[in-house]
Nanobody
Framework: QVQLAESGGGLVQAGGSLRLSCAAS????????MGWFRQAPGKEREFVVS????????YYADSVKGRFTISRDNAKNTLYLQMNSLKPEDTAVYYC??????????????WGQGTQVTVSS
């Protein structure tokens, strides 16, 4: 029903910032809860942050609180992840996700292809 495409990944030094974008297809973007996940080499995919349909409610993993900020622009069918004070342990492939019945960390049924974020020390 919805297709997702991440962009904005790259190489950044520790302490730096990066902003990821997720472009969604279709005309029903506002009907989906959205989120970001990440997966480092040899590790399972982990939850990073989610946001409600209107953008009024957010839920962050403890590891990124105070450093990352999720937002969405429903008029542009786009989800964002602003990442500040980046650490080498943030290095991972970051995935955009969507779901019709999202509750904090669960309910994501659609996934993007991922974008690589590498933080050097």
């Amino acid at each position: 029903q919805v297709q997702l495409a991440e962009s904005g990944g790259g190489l950044v030094q520790a302490g730096g910032s990066l902003r990821l974008s997720c472009a969604a297809s279709g005309r029903t973007f506002s009907r989906y809860g959205m989120g970001w996940f990440r997966q480092a080499p040899g590790k399972e995919r982990e939850f990073v942050v989610s946001i409600s349909r209107s953008g009024g409610t957010t839920y962050y993993a403890d590891s990124v609180k105070g450093r990352f900020t999720i937002s969405r622009d429903n008029a542009k069918n786009t989800l964002y992840l602003q990442m500040n004070s980046l650490k080498p342990e943030d290095t991972a492939v970051y995935y955009c996700a969507a779901g019709e019945k999202v509750t904090m960390t669960r309910g994501f049924d659609y996934w993007g292809q991922g974008t690589q974020v590498t933080v050097s020390s």
